[in-house]
């Protein structure tokens, strides 16, 4: 079984309730949501990177030696079967797996050991019409649920969001505002003065304020 990858490498966790804990990142090639602010449009292209095995992955990912293992992209469920082999080998192994996925590709059937790191995708977006809501359903408290946020408008839509649905069931929500497009700061003024985030949290892309990739 082989994927498309387009890089392997070490950094640190930026984003979900293991912020800052060291990574070992598995980025495949290939999206077909179309994020207006996309920030890894290198990965976007299904033919970008190259070819390599299961095997070959696992070989890598053991050579850089970390316990944290994310597989993202791209959209990682867009080669479902390949990360299914990945993950289910790579957790026998030992290793702690997220999977971040863009919440647009159904979960259902994952190793229920993978921590799926799941966006809902707001309006300045262009793709939370494609959000599948069965997903919701599938998500337990192994699992998060992201909210990039590029506007007042994307606030306000994700407070309604989880005025519509139960999401007691995750570990976590987070709030994270898209990098260039809107102040941290901004987003921490509205959530403090506002009860209809309930439970969500704010979430700095942490990498990027280290400018780690």
Aim: with cysteine; hydrophobic share 40%.
């Amino acid at each position: 079984m082989n994927l498309r990858v387009v890089e392997i490498f070490r950094s640190i966790q930026g984003e979900s309730t293991r912020a800052g804990q060291p990574c070992t990142f598995v980025r495949l090639a290939g999206c077909d949501v179309g994020c207006a602010w996309c920030d890894t449009p290198e990965a976007q292209d299904p033919a970008a990177g190259h070819d390599l095995s299961v095997g070959d992955i696992c070989a890598e990912v053991e050579t850089l030696g970390l316990p944290l293992v994310e597989i993202t992209g791209g959209e990682p469920l867009l080669q479902r079967r390949g990360v299914g082999e990945l993950s289910g080998r790579l957790l026998d192994a030992g290793r702690t797996v997220m999977l971040e996925t863009s919440g647009c590709h159904p979960v259902a059937g994952l190793d229920p050991r993978v921590e799926v790191i799941m966006d809902a995708k707001p309006p300045s977006s262009g793709a939370a019409d494609g959000f599948c809501q069965a997903n919701l359903g599938e998500l337990d408290g192994n699992d998060e649920v992201k909210f990039p946020l590029a506007d007042r408008e994307d606030y306000e839509w994700a407070c309604a969001f989880l005025a519509r649905h139960d999401l007691s069931q995750v570990r976590a929500v987070h709030f994270s505002p898209v990098w260039g497009r809107l102040e941290p700061r901004t987003l921490a003024g509205w959530m403090r003065l506002d009860r209809s985030v309930g439970r969500a949290v704010l979430a700095v892309q942490l990498h990027r304020l280290l400018d780690l990739r």
